[in-house]
């Protein structure tokens, strides 16, 4: 490993801009691709949202992680190499570099999505928690790029290398720090990374790789841990690791990719292969039972949509945004329009955007009555599977060969 540094500051101190909301992790502070801060202008033309700095790099579809005064993005370089760089918010310059053997082949009829690191890192105060491909989470710290523990799941658990390498982005939580990996939900200690419990287990490989990112929430009262495996939906309990409820979930060859949402006491996911369904659950004797609420015949895919006012709008298999009610399963609208086969969506009061992964960035009011696009733009050349990042007035985009910053201007 190798570590450059170059002006080490504390994470937390005052950046050179006014603004200090970040985006720690994946889909946002609060992982539900929710942007505080001011109100979005109504364009997206150069003279509403203007290029601010842009980094080259290799290729990566981690999504940008920002820090009060630091954007952090991940990189596979020559096939081999795992690479971490860290760049200052405002000006885009270095401030440090690591990297590390970790790069890993894809199965063939993957290889169209490439070979590259994938999951989104997770921020939590000086520490970077960032994913490997090959089952290893690093923990490093943030000012300097310094490694401070690392976690290698192949050596440790005796568990296969992830066909599709480690997808789930981290989660922390407390003390703690979750994961699906080593062929399992795991809970690690965020301090020194020593393994707190390990729930789920499964076999690995091929259809045991999982591609979901676990959220805590509290459903039917109770505070839990969602995580969606390659075949099922589930309830954990965060101290032990204790499965409260479980759900299995139909799809094509394990597809279940979308970070679950919940709404009131419901659990919805969308599949590949399957369908769009919201489980309700409920307290029975100490014990939760669960019943699908409703079911929908809409297919997901990657992307996890964002909820605004009780509607879920979602990016479907079939390239178009469907909006749906998470109470009653009432499809609001689908759009006539096609977009690319991904789409990143993040929200921010009465509008959302998606960023597909042709390069295109749409602003769309979140209005359940119609599909209404307030304007979309060609933003980047090169292919775009990474996570927006919202922060404050700033968009960070980390499209396949670069990292772009971008800031909102309220056009005259």
């Known amino acids: 490993m190798a ?23 994946w889909r946002g502070p609060t992982r539900d691709g929710q ?4 109100a979005w202008p109504d364009q997206l033309g150069t003279n509403a949202l203007q290029l601010t700095w842009r980094v080259p790099l290799e290729p990566s579809y981690s999504g940008p992680i920002v820090g009060a005064d630091r954007v952090f993005t991940t990189e596979t370089k020559d096939k081999k190499t795992e690479v971490v760089t860290a760049y200052d918010r405002a000006t885009g310059r270095q401030l440090w570099r690591t990297e590390w053997p970790g790069a890993l082949s894809v199965p063939f009829f993957a290889k169209a999505n490439g070979d590259w690191i994938r999951a989104t890192p997770a921020l939590d105060g000086d520490r970077l928690y960032v994913a490997g491909m090959r089952d290893v989470l690093v923990c490093l710290d ?3 790029g310094k490694e401070i523990w690392r976690k290698d799941f192949v050596k440790e658990l005796a568990t296969p290398v992830p066909d599709f390498g480690f997808v789930c982005s981290p989660l922390v ?7 699906q990996a080593g062929a399992a939900v795991l809970r690690l200690n965020k301090e020194t990374g020593a393994v707190v419990w390990r729930s789920l287990a499964d076999a690995g490989g091929m259809y ?18 969602l995580v969606q495996t390659r075949a099922k939906l589930a309830g954990v309990e965060p101290a032990d690791g204790k499965e409260l409820w479980t759900q299995e979930v139909p799809t094509f060859q394990g597809m279940n990719i979308l970070t679950p949402l919940t709404f009131q006491d419901l659990v919805y996911t969308s599949t590949y292969g399957g369908k769009s369904t919201a489980y309700r659950i409920t307290p029975t004797n100490g014990q939760f039972q669960v019943a699908a609420a409703w079911s929908h015949k809409a297919q997901g895919y990657m992307c996890t949509p964002v909820v605004v006012n009780g509607v879920a709008y979602e990016h479907l298999k079939s390239q178009r945004l469907m909006a749906i009610d998470l109470a009653t399963g009432k499809e609001q609208w689908t759009s006539g329009e096609a977009f690319g086969k991904y789409a990143s969506l993040v929200a ?11 390069g295109l960035l749409y602003l769309i009011r979140a209005n359940p009555a119609r599909f209404e696009i307030m304007d979309k733009r060609k933003i980047v050349e090169s292919d775009t599977w990474a996570h927006l990042a919202v922060a404050d007035d700033e968009l960070y985009i980390r499209e396949l060969h670069a990292l772009s910053a971008y800031r909102w201007r309220q056009p005259k």
């Open 3 to 25: 570590a450059g540094v170059a002006g080490a500051v504390t994470l937390l101190a005052s950046s050179t801009r006014a603004g200090q909301s970040l985006w720690p992790q």
């Open 35 to 38: 942007a505080p801060g001011p």
């Open 142 to 144: 943030a000012r300097d």
């Open 173 to 179: 939580d407390g003390d703690a720090v979750y994961v």
């Open 208 to 225: 045991g790789s999982a591609f979901s990112s676990p959220v805590i929430a509290t459903v039917a009262g109770r505070r839990q841990l």
């Open 348 to 358: 921010n009061g009465d509008r959302f955007l998606a960023l597909d992964e042709r």
